[in-house]
């Protein structure tokens, strides 16, 4: 019998010892559902992409096992196959902000078993692309500026702990100006960072598009100007969604948005989408509605969670 399920994992997703065990817990849950698979396992960046691609072609269910990195190149592999395959995820790394758009939670075991349900249903996607021909489709946040920068250190050096790549970033960033272009907007002014939202949060949970929803045809946009100490602030309010309105945070809905420098001579911001990053500015963004079917639980329950936790839904922004 051919496996219906091919799941791709990266070794290394939130350290080698863990993935290990990880992906040996995902097995047995997966056992356990008695559903059928395959493995595959990722050897270099972007090889998630190429083996999502063949095996979306083929006619698999697509699942990416692992961070935000694995999430994002699986999703990216089987929607620009043009199969119409189904994907899904099983998060496994440190930040799990992709799965979470869609109502995913951090739970292996609870992955599997959405797996099992077989629910899909559609979800609006992003898609940039930089001047200089970059092209990726993504779940979560696309955004330059500061942010853009921390995802680059985070990916260059081993360290794991991302608050303290923030801080180290934080020291040697200055603000440049920007121009913000959208539908029915323009922003040009000093900014550390702009994050273009289809889903909300970034960084494991922290909500800087907090009202994004994946069900609307509109990114949620949020340009930053709070001065850099500030900033580290306000961190512990984006983890509780609660960081707007904020006086030094401009808010705007838009399908499209196009970001560049506002003076020729600056050193142009590095852009990312959901922890990748694609390269310097200018990039142009575009939300597709209803881009994508995942496979994904019948309610949010990212969004239950967080109001367990918190009180309130994190798109809720007036409590």
């Known amino acids: 019998m051919e496996a219906d399920l091919a799941i791709i994992y990266n070794p290394i997703a939130g350290g080698s010892k863990q993935a290990i065990q990880d992906i040996e817990y995902a097995k047995k849950c997966l056992d356990d559902l008695k559903l059928s698979y395959k493995l595959f396992e990722t050897e270099y960046a972007g090889h998630a992409i190429e083996l999502a691609s063949q095996l979306a072609k083929e006619g698999h269910k697509v699942i990416g096992a692992g961070g935000d990195g694995t999430c994002n190149e699986v999703m990216h592999g089987v929607i620009s196959s043009n199969s119409g395959a189904l994907c899904g995820f099983i998060p496994m790394g440190s930040g799990n902000d992709i799965p979470a758009v869609i109502g995913i939670t951090p739970d292996i075991k609870r992955a599997c078993e959405i797996i099992a349900e077989g629910y899909s249903s559609k979800s609006d996607i992003g898609f940039a692309k930089t001047d200089q021909g970059v092209e990726r489709y993504f779940l979560g946040i696309g955004s330059q500026g500061f942010d853009a920068e921390v995802a680059k250190r985070a990916n260059e050096n081993q360290e794991k702990n991302y608050n303290s790549i923030v801080i180290k970033t934080l020291f040697k960033w200055k603000s440049k100006k920007i121009r913000v272009v959208m539908d029915n907007d323009i922003f040009e002014g000093m900014a550390n960072l702009t994050a273009v939202g289809n889903g909300g949060a970034y960084g494991g949970g922290m909500y800087v598009c907090q009202k994004a929803s994946v069900e609307d045809g509109l990114f949620d946009i949020s340009v930053v100007d709070i001065g850099k100490f500030k900033l580290l602030f306000q961190f512990k309010r984006m983890y509780s969604a609660s960081l707007l309105p904020h006086p030094d945070v401009f808010e705007y809905q838009s399908k499209n948005v196009r970001i560049e420098m506002a003076k020729s001579e600056d050193d142009p911001y590095l852009c990312q989408v ?46």
């Open 274 to 319: 959901d922890g990748e990053v694609l390269g310097p500015l200018p990039v142009t963004y575009e939300t597709i509605k209803d881009g994508y079917e995942f496979i994904r639980p019948k309610t949010n329950e990212v969004a239950e969670a967080f109001k367990e936790k918190y009180g309130h839904y994190f798109y809720e922004c007036d409590h």
